[in-house]
């Protein structure tokens, strides 16, 4: 019999069951103003039947669909509050059994920012961390509040080298601090603007979930 979706009071979600009988979860934030129905094509793209995805949508409502925080006035505390939600959704997930190193945590955009905020400071650590086209908002604090269970996941950082919304610069010279301090982190530069590119990208990110999930 095949695992019942987890139920989720956190957020707004959909859960997509996977072709086999597994407890491997992908976790999909989006960006802004786009939904969790912008991810749904995910599932299909990776083709893994050993995997589950649960796709969120951000709190606020913008542009015509939904964010993780406003670009003004102050982002600070909607991060905060988003973080906190992402807290409730994990401990929603223990709950039902769905054990935290077999769940791989993405991002794209602004669901990258929240994404590597939360793997960074969370106590336990996850199956993996695949954060697109994003950055760190806090970085001057990192070395003070990273967690040891952020340096035992993997993780994969990819962006666009001609994003014309994120430059490369930052998140480059971002990924670079972070292996520094430690995090196992593969990085792959993209010939992409601020998007998800169907070929090369999707197969790395296959790829790579494969090495971890076999």
């Given at each position: 019999?095949?695992?019942?979706?987890?139920?989720?009071?956190?957020?707004?979600?959909?859960?997509?069951?996977?072709?086999?009988?597994?407890?491997?979860?992908?976790?999909?934030?989006?960006?802004?103003?786009?939904?969790?129905?912008?991810?749904?094509?995910?599932?299909?793209?990776?083709?893994?039947?050993r995997l589950n995805y649960l796709?969120?949508?951000?709190?606020?409502?913008?542009?015509?669909?939904?964010?993780?925080?406003?670009?003004?006035?102050?982002?600070?505390?909607?991060?905060?509050?988003?973080?906190?939600?992402?807290?409730?959704?994990?401990?929603?997930?223990?709950?039902?059994?769905?054990?935290?190193?077999?769940?791989?945590?993405?991002?794209?955009?602004?669901?990258?920012?929240?994404?590597?905020?939360?793997?960074?400071?969370?106590?336990?650590?996850?199956?993996?961390?695949?954060?697109?086209?994003?950055?760190?908002?806090?970085?001057?604090?990192?070395?003070?509040?990273?967690?040891?269970?952020?340096?035992?996941?993997?993780?994969?950082?990819?962006?666009?080298?001609?994003?014309?919304?994120?430059?490369?610069?930052?998140?480059?010279?971002?990924?670079?601090?972070?292996?520094?301090?430690?995090?196992?982190?593969?990085?792959?530069?993209?010939?992409?603007?601020?998007?998800?590119?169907?070929?090369?990208?999707?197969?790395?990110?296959?790829?790579?979930?494969?090495?971890?999930?076999?």
């Amino acid at each position: 019999m095949a695992s019942p979706a987890p139920q989720i009071d956190s957020f707004t979600s959909h859960f997509f069951r996977g072709g086999e009988e597994s407890r491997r979860l992908v976790v999909v934030l989006h960006g802004r103003g786009d939904s969790l129905e912008g991810f749904l094509w995910l599932p299909g793209a990776i083709s893994l039947s050993r995997l589950n995805y649960l796709s969120l949508n951000a709190p606020l409502e913008a542009l015509g669909g939904y964010a993780w925080y406003p670009l003004e006035p102050d982002p600070v505390p909607d991060i905060l509050r988003g973080r906190a939600k992402l807290l409730r959704l994990f401990a929603e997930l223990e709950a039902q059994d769905w054990d935290s190193r077999e769940i791989v945590l993405f991002g794209f955009s602004q669901g990258c920012v929240m994404a590597t905020d939360f793997a960074l400071r969370w106590e336990k650590p996850l199956g993996g961390l695949i954060g697109v086209s994003g950055y760190i908002y806090f970085p001057d604090t990192l070395e003070a509040e990273i967690r040891p269970e952020a340096k035992e996941q993997p993780w994969l950082i990819t962006h666009g080298t001609h994003d014309p919304i994120l430059p490369i610069e930052r998140t480059r010279s971002q990924v670079r601090r972070l292996k520094e301090l430690g995090l196992r982190i593969d990085w792959l530069e993209v010939h992409k603007d601020h998007s998800m590119d169907p070929g090369a990208e999707v197969a790395a990110i296959r790829d790579w979930i494969m090495q971890r999930f076999p």
